[in-house]
């Protein structure tokens, strides 16, 4: 970190920075573009967004005077602008991707349109970031093989819950623990009938759109961060859905044992959430030598022979940056799907549902997910939730809580993500 810090700062010395594009300007991008205005050797130069409104307010957050702004579509007209250190504001996705900035960070979280831009933003030699766990869950192994293959990186962010818990894994095993399990905290019980319309209130209040509260409380959005940490590091779930437990951290080392040891688990290697202990992730070592227990009991890590590793914290797209520099100066990734498609967020029925029903998608009002490992996805034909778009329809009846098979609805297979998945799942990837 600190070297990234020393070769940021000789950019700035040298008049040069990482000239960073910005894909979405909700709240997650608006905090990035603001960020991104604090740190030596980076500028959020350019920035898309289907609403220019929104992009022009997030840059008067940050304090960039508009006569610094250049308003255009026109690749030449931009790259002319960041040449002599102006910002942009476009709506053009291809403007952004074939423009000469360094690196793009996908902000969308938006599923079908993250797997767009990832697509594009590789096949032109650009490094992506995801601010995008819904794209990342059900295709990154292919894009992961495609940046590899493009010599760019692809990489989820530091700050998310899977890129933090990533980062405490990281340190467990480049120490000499072993890692049992990883996982996140969840602030709030699961309801998965909840629907847009009774969070709106709460929503609006928090300045978020109302079906991403909802992803949030029918537990869709802490399936699909499971199984970004899952395919990072080949764990999987213990069971479908996780256990789910309500505890503190000081219980969880005792809880996260086998059942054979007296704790809740049926296998090692596992992600999970906990009730409780959000915001913060976590994950749970052990070691195979005495001297390192005795060791971990004078630092009062408790009294083994499982230890808890814990974060309080994590700081969604204000850490970013982080990633942005590991990726464009170390060309590494904080969080990649290393592993292929080890787990799968599938689709389940929010209500019974009829044969000619539309499904809409994450937090809205039909669907919801939950994590199942690929094994049981392909054998048993379940769809993966990013999958489902407004223009799915139901061409058989389901119950309410029941998962949706392949041959249960009618799905868009003209989009890009969808084009990807098929793709993935030939290589096996």
């Not at 209040?205 to 499971?226: H, Q």
């Not at 959000?278 to 060791?295: C, M, N, R, W, Y």
């Not at 814990?310 to 990734?333: F, G, K, M, N, Q």
Request: a negative charge; proline letters at 3%.
């Amino acid at each position: 970190m600190i070297r990234l810090n020393k070769k940021l700062k000789e950019l700035e010395k040298s008049g040069k920075s990482i000239n960073v594009g910005v894909a979405g300007s909700g709240l997650m991008g608006t905090g990035l573009i603001s960020q991104l205005t604090l740190i030596d050797g980076m500028r959020p130069t350019l920035v898309m967004d289907r609403n220019l409104d929104k992009i022009l307010k997030a840059f008067s957050l940050a304090n960039i005077d508009g006569e610094n702004i250049l308003i255009s579509n026109d690749l030449d007209e931009i790259n002319k602008a960041i040449e002599i250190g102006k910002y942009v504001a476009c709506t053009s996705m291809d403007a952004l991707i074939k423009s000469n900035i360094d690196i793009i960070v996908d902000a969308t979280g938006n599923a079908i349109a993250g797997a767009e831009l990832a697509l594009s933003s590789i096949e032109n030699k650009k490094d992506i970031v995801l601010l995008n766990v819904e794209t990342d869950c059900v295709v990154g192994p292919i894009l992961h093989k495609k940046a590899l293959e493009n010599g760019v990186v692809y990489t989820g962010t530091a700050g998310d819950e899977p890129g933090s818990a990533k980062e405490i894994y990281d340190f467990a095993v480049l120490s000499g623990f072993e890692v049992l399990a990883m996982g996140k905290g969840k602030n709030n019980p699961i309801n998965y009938e909840v629907t847009p319309d009774m969070v709106r209130e709460e929503a609006l209040g928090k300045n978020l759109k109302p079906e991403m509260l909802a992803g949030f409380v029918d537990g869709t959005n802490t399936m699909i961060e499971m199984t970004v940490m899952a395919n990072s590091t080949g764990f999987k779930a213990d069971v479908v859905g996780g256990h789910g437990i309500e505890a503190s951290t000081e219980e969880l080392p005792d809880l996260f044992r086998l059942k054979s040891e007296g704790g809740i688990l049926n296998s090692y290697k596992i992600v999970d959430y906990v009730n409780g202990i959000a915001p913060g992730v976590f994950v749970i070592v052990t070691a195979k030598l005495p001297q390192i227990h005795s060791e971990m009991q004078f630092l009062k890590m408790g009294d083994g022979p499982n230890y808890i590793l814990y974060r309080p914290y994590h700081l969604t797209s204000l850490e970013t940056p982080i990633t942005i520099a590991r990726a464009v100066i170390d060309r590494e990734a904080t969080i990649a799907p290393e592993f292929g498609q080890v787990c799968d967020t599938i689709t389940l029925a929010k209500k019974d549902l009829k044969a000619g029903d539309y499904l809409d998608g994450i937090g809205k009002y039909t669907v919801y997910g939950t994590i199942e490992s690929y094994e049981n996805t392909i054998s048993k034909n379940l769809v993966p939730i990013s999958l489902i778009t407004d223009g799915a329809r139901m061409i058989k009846d389901v119950k309410k809580g029941e998962a949706i098979t392949y041959d249960m609805v009618e799905l868009d297979e003209t989009t890009t993500i969808y084009k990807l998945r098929k793709e993935q799942e030939n290589l096996n990837l």
